[in-house]
């Protein structure tokens, strides 16, 4: 069922975290970080980091109405899309890192339907007034990025190793990934403001194979990840609390 408003969103993911969590699934990685940025962006609402709270709102319970209509129509035998069925079916493998499995879901879900969500929440003429809030709610949801990056490093010891030696190196490419990301989100809404659903559809698709062919490269894997596999912590349900607990 759709939320309406951010408590409702936040509720749902909860269940999912919790339903996660009960049956030990990977997908509880995902819900528990998106829970905890849907978490940040209504405190940034509370303390009045945006120009217009309602619209941030409809706009982030838009969002995140998309990702949970995947669940509905994947868990229903439905396609929800190559990229997010690439990001449902990664969950049943072991052979990922927590941190692939993470950014498998961030991928499809930044790269389709932030952009859907902006365009649709602010239409033609209406999304240039959403430019300052669309780049204030990224910089909401990236602010909880190096509190997650120390919590990968407690499930794996040889994260925090990387971390120790490259972490600088490591940061600035995190940086540059998500400044891309972020202009690529609101390059897409653009090109679809003007359109009408039925419009959208066609470049919606070409945007799936798009960030399918990404997934690819997120979930390939190589000596570093096997070994970081090899060391991380295999108790999925812990895993899924430490990405779920209070950020500080």
């Not at 692939?100 to 961030?106: K, N, R, S, T, V």
């Not at 090109?191 to 799936?208: C, H, K, N, V």
């Not at 609390?241 to 209070?246: H, K, M, S, V």
């Amino acid at each position: 069922m759709s939320a309406t408003t951010i408590d409702g969103v936040i509720d749902q993911l909860q269940d999912i975290v919790d339903t996660c969590i009960r049956t030990g699934s990977r997908l509880g990685y995902f819900a528990a970080l998106y829970k905890r940025m849907t978490l940040a962006v209504k405190a940034g609402i509370q303390r009045g980091a945006f120009q217009d709270a309602a619209r941030i709102e409809a706009l982030d319970v838009a969002f995140a109405n998309r990702y949970l209509t995947t669940r509905a129509q994947y868990f229903a035998g439905e396609s929800p899309g190559v990229s997010w069925l690439q990001a449902y079916d990664a969950a049943d493998s072991d052979a990922h890192i927590v941190l692939q499995h993470l950014l498998a879901g961030i991928n499809p879900h930044i790269m389709i339907d932030l952009g859907v969500a902006a365009a649709r929440t602010c239409p033609g003429d209406q999304l240039a007034g959403l430019a300052t809030d669309f780049a204030t709610i990224n910089d909401v949801i990236f602010s909880l990025m190096p509190v997650v990056d120390r919590e990968l490093d407690a499930l794996s010891p040889e994260t925090a190793v990387i971390d120790r030696e490259f972490g600088k190196v490591k940061d600035a490419l995190i940086f540059a990934s998500m400044e891309k990301g972020r202009t690529s989100a609101w390059d897409f809404a653009r090109s679809l403001a003007f359109l009408t659903p039925e419009q959208q559809a066609s470049r919606i698709g070409a945007r799936d194979l798009e960030a399918r062919l990404l997934g690819d490269v997120i979930l390939a894997g190589n000596p570093i990840i096997a070994l970081v596999r090899h060391k991380e912590s295999q108790d999925v349900a812990a895993n899924i609390r430490q990405l779920d607990a209070p950020a500080s």
